[in-house]
């Protein structure tokens, strides 16, 4: 059965994923899975060349599921969270580009998913988008450090991880969360623009070699911390 939250669209050779969940987009343990799904599905379609992943109209997608974070279920928290990291670990290697239309906050887990996107369009305004976990009392798994190591600029990493802050759209393309800002009723459109120019301009076979050779370190590193976390979690 469709998650009810996901709607997809083809467009040429693009498909767009999108997530409405009425409310802040949480990533929750069915969304995850069905997340994972339509992107393993897109990838083993000889058509598609390329896939938006776009939020709803006030978010890209905020952090954990809160239920089950307050839940005080340690394993179940745990099953949740390294299925985030897998997912985003996922679309990093996946054999086809994948485009972020972050079309509004992207914060926690949020925005460590805008890190595992190939390109990264959002809003030119007051949105918020950033890693708060410091100032919520989190630390950061490892595999969300490496990612974000990976991804984001050298000059904002420390202030933006270890110092929790959150930016709006054109302080998100400065420390590396984002590639490009547009208005908010352009963000969509724009992101299945450049997916199409990255469908028709690149080899798909080159592309996905090329992923495995440049992004493969990191991918294992990835693996080897959500297999450590759901190890020590008993999973």
């Given at each position: ?18 997530v409405?969940?009425g ?25 598609i ?36 990291g897998?997912?985003?670990r ?54 969300a ?56 301009q ?34």
């Amino acid at each position: 059965m469709p998650h009810p939250s996901i709607t997809t669209e083809r467009t040429d050779n693009v498909l767009c994923i999108s997530v409405d969940d009425g409310r802040a987009n949480a990533f929750s343990p069915s969304l995850l899975l069905a997340l994972s799904e339509e992107l393993a599905d897109a990838e083993a379609h000889a058509e598609i060349n390329a896939v938006v992943l776009a939020g709803n109209e006030k978010v890209f997608f905020a952090g954990f599921d809160l239920e089950v974070i307050n839940s005080g279920d340690a394993r179940a928290i745990t099953e949740m969270t390294t299925a985030g990291g897998a997912f985003i670990r996922q679309t990093y290697g996946a054999s086809l580009p994948v485009v972020a239309a972050c079309t509004g906050h992207a914060v926690a887990a949020g925005a460590l998913m805008l890190c595992g996107c190939d390109y990264r369009v959002g809003v030119d305004g007051p949105v918020k988008i950033g890693l708060n976990e410091v100032a919520i009392g989190l630390t950061l798994p490892r595999w969300a450090l490496l990612i974000a190591g990976e991804r984001l600029s050298k000059r904002h990493l420390q202030i933006s991880v270890v110092n929790a802050q959150i930016v709006d759209g054109s302080g998100a393309v400065d420390a590396g969360f984002l590639d490009e800002t547009t208005t908010p009723d352009n963000v969509v459109s724009r992101a299945i623009e450049v997916a199409q120019g990255f469908a028709e301009q690149l080899d798909p076979k080159a592309y996905a070699s090329t992923v495995r050779a440049m992004r493969s370190d990191l991918l294992t590193e990835m693996d080897q911390a959500v297999a450590a976390d759901r190890a020590a979690a008993g999973l």
